[in-house]
Each structure stands twice: as C-alpha cells, then as structure tokens.
C-alpha cells in the first residue's frame, strides 16, 4: 500500500520556523517528481512548491520565495520543507504530494498525504 505521511506540523509565531517532512512507503519514488500544496479554511489547495526526482529542479509559488526551501533524499524515501520568516497568511494545511510529472497542477499528482496543520500566530 502506498502511502506518504507528512509530519512537523504546528503552531508558530511568526518570524519563527518549521520544517515539515514526508516519508513515502510502499513503493519507491525516487523517479517521481514531489510536491507541497496548502489549503487555507474557506479557499482552495495551492501549489507551494515542487522539486524534480533528482532534486536538480525546483520552484516555488511568488508568495513563499526567498523564505522556503524544498529538498529531497531519494536514498531515505523523504522530502521536506523548510519554512523560514513565517506569516500569519501562511497558516493553512500543508499536504505532500508524489506524482510522474514535474508540474504544479495538483490534478497530475497520483499521491497525497493526509495533511499537517501549521498555524503562524501575529
């Protein structure tokens, strides 16, 4: 069974850090590209930021630029994101996402996470 679990959620204030993790399991993702979206109460999920299988490609959404960081071990199965200089806005559900395409359309990620709340408090 596949599955990907994210973890490092929670509550923070802002100007703090958090870095979040997702483990794959079940199957080996290291020819899939990855992703973190986030969904705020009350709006749609959006792309955060994705990383190409071989970590060698990056991007990240106008709004987390400068402050996150996104990077993978395919040996260990994870990838991770690091959250620098956290906003109240970018309080929302984080989900990890594992599919073949390098893209930010989460309609072509075949894998999900359950979803980690981080909340960044003013």
């Known amino acids: 069974q596949v599955q990907l679990v994210e973890s490092g959620g929670g509550l923070v204030q802002a100007g703090g850090s958090l870095r979040l993790s997702c483990a794959a399991s079940g199957r080996a993702f290291s020819t899939y590209a990855r992703g973190w979206f986030r969904q705020a109460p009350g709006k749609e999920r959006e792309f955060v930021s994705r990383?190409?299988?071989?970590?060698?490609?990056?991007d990240y959404t106008n709004a987390v630029k400068g402050r996150f960081t996104i990077s993978r071990d395919n040996a260990k199965n994870t990838v991770s994101l690091q959250m620098n200089s956290l906003k109240p806005e970018d309080t929302a559900v984080y989900y990890c996402a594992a599919g073949p395409s390098f893209t930010k359309w989460p309609g072509n990620y075949r894998y999900w996470g359950q979803g980690t709340q981080v909340t960044v408090s003013s």
């Open positions: 990383i190409s299988s071989s970590g060698g490609s990056t």
